[in-house]
């Protein structure tokens, strides 16, 4: 017989050898109107919400109250577990880790130009022209 492993002992494990990729990120959770949100460790290809390894921290928007195991994810980030981008923004606000703020992903919105004509691009009048054109012999 082989040697049993726990679930969250063999996700650590396989995270080890870099076959699981693990990622923090928050978990929304509350009332409607009244959400809350966990921080978790979690595998990449579970959905926010399903199974996860450990509960990190909590977030609550509406009191800006933020409560964060700040060892535990100094640990999980050393097995290589990847942060979101908004907890990696939380993290650096909290002086749990040193980095720079990550910007929010927005598309820019695309402005149309009408196409002016440019006034170099403008014609030349008729009378100069005319005299940069040889005349006409008969």
């Known amino acids: ?3 049993r492993l726990e679930w969250p002992s063999y996700i ?3 995270a080890f050898l ?3 990729m693990l990622v923090i990120r928050l978990n929304r959770f509350g009332k409607r109107n009244q959400a809350q949100f966990r921080v978790v460790l979690q595998e990449k290809t579970k959905a926010p919400g399903h199974r996860h390894v450990e509960m990190l921290g909590s977030h609550n928007p509406h009191s800006k109250v933020t409560i964060l195991k700040k060892d535990r994810i100094l ?3 050393g097995q290589g577990a990847q942060p979101s981008d908004r907890v990696h923004n939380m993290l650096v606000k909290e002086g749990v880790i040193e980095g720079k703020v990550i910007p929010k992903k ?3 919105p695309v402005k149309k130009e009408e196409e002016a004509p440019k006034p170099e691009e403008t014609p030349a009048p008729a009378a100069e022209v005319a005299s940069t054109e040889a005349p006409k012999a008969e």
């Open 1 to 3: 017989m082989g040697i």
């Open 12 to 14: 650590a494990f396989y």
């Open 75 to 77: 640990h999980w980030i």
């Open 18 to 20: 870099g076959k699981i």
């Open 106 to 108: 927005m598309p820019r």
